[in-house]
């Protein structure tokens, strides 16, 4: 007992005392029993950029004009200030939003743009391939034709931009412009001076005597896969901005700013700066909030799994660079066509357009005809295989390792992966929304609404509208009318997808003879080795090969009895380059037939 009375005991026991009484000093101040002030309510104010710091008073006051956070009791508020409040939560939902979104629209954005260079780099890369090949197989025609290709690279770009049109349409304007050319210069080279209105006869018989067959047909069904993939895919990127830069802007409810006033500013009324939402309460208040918002969950989650799909048909086998780099074959083939059905096409073309002017033709002695058109026709097929050997190496028939165009398939691949992290975007977007901050997780007393408690005790609603009948904490109309728009369009978009992507890899499957290797396979057979990196060994060699006939025009002289006949001399024929090496037997089979058939037509039609 007698250390109890010790000078040390004595002096701890007033310092204890002393800051009980300061304690209690603070409370009394807080409170607003004792010294009431609105100090901490102002600097919140404004540190918060709320509004006019002049709308703080300094002191409380008994405001009855109130209509969210009155209490009954003095407080630090005014009707000027909740209306400063409610502006300022819709502009902090705004800038919560942008801020959770803004990585993904970084990504969405820049891929965009990564997505129409790298379209821009490969349609360049094959117009210049097919103008290459162009000038080396018909030089007759060369010149006059680059500026039909330019506007057929121009509109297959525009296309997969989104313009409104298709890819029938616009290989139908190309071949208008070039029947005229091919009729002229290698079908009847003796054709000189074509008027307006004869090349316009020779555009419109196009269609009506379809002088490049099947081929011409083709050459839309086989680009029309690759485009429409690579099309809809640069369209689901700006489906995807569109739907982010929507709920950015979403539009909150009366009911909801006032929910949200409640929730986070109407403690400072009370003084209560530093006391924060409890988090079960903060849940039901952000979940009544973006009810409608939520309702983006389903559609969204479908539209990353298109946006895979889409991912994987580019880099299977709708190959958008291997399908630019084919569009040579294809005009190739159907050139071919018409020369080997010259004669007949002459036929109807003199019925409907009439004669056109010809050029002046030397006569021969009948004698030596026929042995000088096999001696030329040997010759100048020597001459042309050569040459087109000695470009071979230069023509940009594979796109080269160093090509930024070749990480088409990479730059697909990388971004889907991180936009499937995406999926649950919607769904978890009201507990991003109560994260950090803003709400206490880990403290024991958390304000409900009503004032400062242990817990939140009232139920806590689930995502989704139907689920908000059950909120405690606000009412939910239904959905908003600008949201229900963004649905609808999420939803058709994906549907569009989903039907054509499903019917044309049947009819892909079927033309491939059931070969059993579908998209997937191919892309797991890939591995991270692209197409373009040489990976296809031996088979490449297919890619190389190229029709090559000679031009009537390189000749010296014509024989007048043969100048519609004589149109084609020596033809070599080769397949055309197919992306699977299983089916490359086939393929030089039955060309090496139609080769023999060809070469057979030809010597018959010198010889007879």
């Known amino acids: ?247 950015e802007h979403a539009t909150l409810t009366k009911e909801c700013s006032r929910a949200l006033v409640k929730m986070q500013y109407c403690p400072h009324c009370q003084g209560l700066t530093l006391i924060r939402p409890c988090e079960g309460y903060c849940l039901n208040v952000m979940r009544g909030c973006f009810a409608s918002v939520s309702e983006l969950d389903d559609p969204w989650r479908d539209y990353i799994s298109t946006l895979e799909h889409l991912t994987n048909e580019m880099a299977g086998s709708r190959d958008l660079q291997l399908a630019l780099l084919g569009i040579w074959n294809s005009i190739n083939e159907a050139i071919l066509h018409a020369q080997l059905n010259g004669p007949h096409l002459s036929a109807t073309v003199d019925k409907v357009c009439g004669q056109p002017e010809e050029k002046e033709i030397k006569h021969l002695p009948d004698n030596i005809v026929q042995t000088e058109e096999i001696i030329e026709t040997q010759s100048l097929t020597m001459t042309h295989s050569t040459t087109l050997s000695n470009k071979r190496s230069s023509l940009p028939l594979k796109a080269s390792k160093n090509d930024k165009s070749r990480s088409l398939k990479k730059m697909s691949r990388e971004f889907i992966n991180y936009m499937k992290r995406s999926k649950t975007l919607y769904a978890s977007l009201t507990e991003r929304l109560c994260d950090g901050d803003l709400v206490m997780k880990d403290s024991s007393t958390c304000w409900n609404g009503e004032g400062v408690v242990g817990s939140y005790t009232s139920r806590v609603v689930t995502n989704g509208l139907k689920a908000q009948v059950n909120n405690p904490e606000l009412k939910v109309k239904g959905l908003d009318p600008h949201i229900g728009t963004l649905i609808n369009r999420l939803k058709q978009f994906n549907q569009a997808a989903a039907e054509n992507t499903n019917l044309k890899t049947e009819k892909m499957a079927i033309r491939e003879g059931g070969s059993g290797t579908g998209i997937n396979e191919e892309m797991e057979s890939s591995g991270d080795c692209d197409d373009e990196d040489g990976c296809q060994g031996s088979g490449d060699r297919s890619h190389t090969k190229d029709v090559l006939r000679v031009n009537p025009d390189d000749r010296n002289e014509s024989n007048p009895a043969v100048k519609k006949m004589g149109t084609t001399t020596t033809v070599i024929v080769k397949p055309s380059p197919k992306h699977k090496e299983d089916s490359n037997m086939g393929n030089q089979a039955s060309s090496s037939l139609f080769c023999i058939v060809t070469t057979f037509a030809v010597l018959w039609h010198y010889l007879s």
């Open 1 to 247: 007992m007698a250390g109890d009375r010790s000078p040390e005991v004595f002096f701890c026991r007033r310092r204890f005392g002393l800051l009980l009484l300061a304690a209690a000093g603070l409370w009394c101040g807080v409170s607003g029993v004792k010294n009431p002030s609105c100090h901490e309510v102002k600097t919140a104010f404004q540190i918060r950029q709320i509004g006019p710091v002049k709308l703080v008073p300094d002191v409380p006051t008994a405001d009855s004009n109130l209509q969210i956070c009155g209490h009954g009791a003095q407080t630090c508020c005014t009707k000027k200030m909740e209306e400063s409040y409610q502006m300022a939560v819709r502009r902090e939902r705004k800038e919560n939003i942008q801020t959770l979104n803004f990585e993904l629209k970084y990504m969405i954005v820049g891929h965009t743009t990564a997505f129409q260079a790298t379209f821009e780099s490969l349609l360049h890369s094959a117009e210049n391939h097919t103008i290459s090949l162009l000038e080396t197989v018909y030089r007759s025609m060369s010149k006059e034709a680059v500026e039909p290709i330019k506007e057929l690279f121009t509109d297959i770009s525009l296309y997969l931009l989104g313009a409104q049109t298709s890819v029938e349409s616009i290989f139908s304007r190309f071949f208008d412009s070039l029947f005229p050319l091919v009729y002229s210069r290698l079908i009847n080279p003796g054709i000189t001076g074509l008027s307006e209105e004869y090349t316009e006869c020779l555009r419109l018989t196009r269609q009506d005597i379809n002088p490049f067959g099947l081929c011409s047909k083709e050459a839309v069904t086989k680009l029309e896969k690759s485009l429409w993939a690579s099309r809809m895919f640069y369209q689901a990127l700006g489906v995807g901005i569109e739907v982010l830069n929507a709920t």
